[in-house]
């Protein structure tokens, strides 16, 4: 079992940077890859970045690549999603997430076992 829990997530304006946290209680964090999702209002959620367990692996939607970093540290159980030149269209609750497989990603959220409650995010034009 474990539990995740976001926070940094805000209001800021276009051009703007926010940085999300991702702690995990629980043990074996580093066996999980670990992903950022979100979801805007009236839309499916939609895979953002992952990174496996031993960061030698990082994934980006294309919409975000050269804005947004992913990163993690084993020893404190966190996952920090970057993000840089923010743009009204990054408005969405963002989601951390779990996977169960240390060396690959999926885009597919049905896959991933444990999720956050989500930290909204706004960006204002």
């Known amino acids: 079992q474990v539990q995740l829990v976001e926070s940094g997530g805000g209001l800021v304006q276009a051009g703007g940077s926010l940085r999300l946290s991702c702690t995990a209680a629980g043990r074996l964090f580093s066996s999980y890859t670990m992903s950022w999702f979100r979801q805007a209002p009236g839309k499916e959620r939609e895979f953002v970045a992952a990174?496996?367990?031993?960061?030698?692996?990082?994934y980006y939607t294309d919409s975000v690549k050269g804005r947004f970093t992913i990163s993690r540290d084993n020893a404190k159980n966190t996952v920090c999603l970057q993000m840089d030149s923010l743009k009204p269209e990054d408005t969405a609750v963002y989601f951390c997430?779990?996977?169960?497989?240390?060396?690959?990603?999926?885009?597919?959220?049905?896959?991933?076992?444990?999720w956050g409650q989500g930290t909204q995010v706004t960006v204002s034009s």
């Open positions: 990174i496996n367990w031993n960061s030698s692996g990082k």
């Open positions: 997430a779990a996977l169960r497989r240390p060396y690959s990603y999926s885009l597919n959220p049905a896959d991933y076992l444990y």
